[in-house]
């Protein structure tokens, strides 16, 4: 006959046995989900204003875009409440004044206003106390992202997969003359002195002989395509990335006339190393990180939620079940 086992070795097989038969014969134990009730009217004003702020009625799919941010403004302040975090000094301060404004006696103290002020649903009903208790909530959701430091393997992957982020533009140093006046005008002064510079063979030097004055003057240091948009108009900014180097362009016109560009030379785009940035690419890194978390986060307490959306005509309650429902 075979000798026993292990005492250990019969304790776990009989440990898988219980467990077998209480996941066969018990229910289960987790909780159904809570309901969570948006009242028709804190999404009406909401699209009301937005639609009056954009000149056009919201879709159905922008409809759905406010809903959804509601609702998730909803469940955030519930799990806040049922975390106890509505114990945060802005909030108890906010409720406090709420209380003394509604003419509260001087003689009742803060703890006593405060309990009043939560007997009246103030927590769930009072905008900034929502605001606060939402952005508590959604911070303690990204809280996972923000504790482990991130190597030097994880930066560089999230510096190359995040290249255009910390890509430094392509630059440009030109200098320009410059023709005040119209479109016909200018244009035509603009194309017979470039002639003239072609005849001659000049070059750069000529941005120095008398023209319409620019108040950037004739010579710019290194700039973006943003930058000279800034100081140009787009249109010239964007020709002025694309030139030929050494050699006039044709005349370009912007806002104040028209300009004859030189290209001394163009840098870049080029991506620094992670050396120089490394700051940067970290801030970034842990904000994704706890982007994701929130995310996750989000998506987890949804499923601990039933969402609705109140008809305007219902006369189910605002405020729902009680923010300590969910197990």
Request: aromatic fraction near 4%; glycine fraction near 8%; avoid cysteine.
């Amino acid at each position: 006959m075979r000798p026993p086992g292990p005492p250990l070795l019969h304790f776990l097989v009989m440990g898988a046995v219980l467990f077998g038969f209480e996941r066969i014969l018990l229910p289960s134990h987790s909780p159904p989900p809570v309901e969570v009730i948006l009242p028709a009217g804190r999404v009406e004003p909401l699209l009301d204003d937005w639609s009056k702020r954009v000149g056009r009625a919201a879709t159905p799919e922008e409809r759905a875009a406010f809903e959804e941010a509601l609702l998730d403004e909803e469940i955030l302040v519930r799990e806040a409440l049922r975390l106890g975090l509505e114990e945060d000094p802005v909030v108890q301060r906010r409720l406090i004044r709420n209380q003394r404004f509604l003419g509260a006696p001087a003689a009742r103290s803060d703890r006593e206003l405060l309990g009043e002020a939560r007997g009246l649903g103030m927590e769930t009903s009072d905008p900034v106390v929502r605001r606060r208790l939402a952005q508590r909530m959604e911070q303690r959701l990204r809280e996972p992202g923000l504790t482990a430091e991130p190597g030097e393997a994880e930066l560089e992957a999230h510096l190359r997969a995040k290249a255009d982020r910390f890509t430094n533009p392509a630059r440009v140093q030109i200098s320009q003359i410059f023709f005040r006046g119209g479109q016909d005008d200018g244009h035509r002064r603009a194309r017979a002195h470039r002639r003239q510079l072609l005849a001659r063979g000049a070059g750069a030097e000529a941005a120095r002989e008398p023209a319409d004055p620019f108040p950037t003057g004739a010579d710019l240091s290194e700039q973006s395509e943003a930058e000279l948009a800034k100081l140009f108009g787009p249109e010239l900014a964007r020709r002025a990335l694309a030139l030929a180097p050494r050699r006039w362009s044709e005349p370009i016109p912007s806002p104040y006339g028209m300009h004859l560009l030189w290209l001394h030379h163009r840098v870049g785009p080029e991506r620094p190393p992670l050396a120089s940035i490394r700051n940067r690419v970290r801030r970034s890194l842990l904000e994704a990180r706890a982007e994701r978390a929130f995310q996750q986060g989000l998506l987890a307490l949804r499923a601990r939620y039933r969402a609705a959306t109140q008809d305007a005509g219902s006369s189910r309650p605002e405020n729902g079940p009680s923010p300590g429902d969910p197990g």
